[in-house]
């Protein structure tokens, strides 16, 4: 898990050497590992977000390659890849949030974000959701 060890100096090159050693070193004693890259793919501090960072584009300083490629990389370690999502709130208000207003159930700034998503609106749960963990 890639916050213990790394918080917010994660980044690609650095999830992929630790996926690397994980192999070398754990796979003879599992029959699956498992590579968690945790919220600092979406967060590079506990102060607001970055612009254009949001559940559907991690920070591009850290992935230039986005997601895909590392996880890629990581399966062809024999590793599974695993993502922390947190897709109910954003730091930013994004497309959704300006096309969506009303899926927005306010404001309230925590560690994991500042703009809260309303989830007993129907289209919340039908569409954005779905949306979130299509594009992950």
């Not at 590579?35 to 920070?59: A, K, M, N, Y």
């Not at 490629?69 to 949030?97: C, D, H, Q, S």
Request: charged residues 20%; aromatic residues 14%.
């Amino acid at each position: 898990m890639s916050w213990y060890a790394l918080q917010f100096t994660t980044c690609q090159a650095k999830v992929l050497a630790n996926a690397g050693v994980l192999a070398r070193e754990f796979a003879p004693y599992s029959k699956q590992l498992c590579c968690w890259v945790d919220w600092e793919w979406l967060h590079g501090s506990f102060e607001d977000g970055e612009d254009g960072v949001d559940s559907f584009s991690p920070r591009p300083a850290p992935y230039p390659d986005g997601l895909a490629p590392m996880a890629t990389a990581i399966r062809k370690l024999g590793v599974i890849p695993a993502l922390w999502a947190g897709p109910t709130n954003e730091w930013k208000p994004g497309r959704l949030y300006a096309e969506h207003p009303d899926w927005l159930l306010g404001e309230h700034k925590a560690w994991c974000g500042r703009y809260w998503l309303d989830l007993s609106n129907p289209d919340v749960v039908e569409q954005f959701i779905p949306a979130v963990f299509r594009q992950m």
